[in-house]
């Protein structure tokens, strides 16, 4: 394949992978943790649209975390705090253990079990925007599906393209392109293992994903 043929089928894969819906009136809107600064902002700003009462942040030192030094949901209150500090903290619940995305929900589930009570439920049954890292949105929405399956969900990532976020790994010396087909195998693998709802995946992206 030429390099203009790679990085059409690279932005293919993209593409299918950045799950996007437009915003709806929601119970929570949760971050999940990455060095990308954008999701924090998009939580706020969905936040400050009335898009949701609370958010949640959620992500410790994982494979995303590059050099934030600290835990993603930690970074993300720091962003949170120095760029919209309007925003009540007590409507910010922060998990800041968990390494995977499967842990992102299973021990959020656990604060509000010992800390949230009142507002539990509406966790397992209201309506959640989920706003990941834009490659990883459709897997973040399986995952949540799975482990949530009687939550409403809405699909809200940071608004961007594969251009941008290319050049956004680029500066964490990290390249996107090697990592969407490892993404999409995922997507195929993951539900034999019971860790995310089972998605039929287009022949197309399963033939450029190998």
């Excluded at 619940?93 to 507002?119: A, D, M, P, W």
């Amino acid at each position: 394949m030429t390099n203009k043929e790679v990085s059409s089928s690279n932005k293919k894969l993209f593409n299918y992978l950045y799950l996007q819906e437009s915003p709806k009136k929601a119970d929570f809107i949760i971050g999940f943790g990455h060095f990308d600064m954008k999701i924090p902002a998009r939580c706020a700003e969905l936040y400050q649209k009335g898009y949701g009462n609370k958010i949640i942040y959620t992500g410790g030192i994982g494979a995303g975390t590059a050099d934030l030094n600290m835990p993603e949901a930690d970074a993300f209150l720091d962003f949170t705090k120095k760029n919209y500090p309007h925003i009540p903290l007590e409507d910010i619940i922060i998990e800041n253990r968990s390494t995977n995305t499967g842990e992102n929900l299973r021990f959020t589930l656990s604060i509000l079990q010992s800390k949230y009570e009142k507002i539990k439920e509406k966790f397992h049954k209201g309506k959640i925007i989920l706003v990941a890292n834009p490659f990883r949105q459709r897997r973040v929405f399986l995952t949540t599906a799975h482990i949530l399956p009687e939550a409403s969900l809405i699909n809200c990532p940071p608004l961007s393209d594969y251009k941008n976020e290319l050049a956004l790994f680029k500066t964490k010396n990290e390249n996107l392109s090697s990592q969407l087909p490892g993404e999409v195998q995922k997507i195929i693998n993951y539900p034999d293992k019971g860790w995310i709802k089972r998605e039929t995946v287009p022949e197309d992206i399963i033939k450029l994903a190998k």
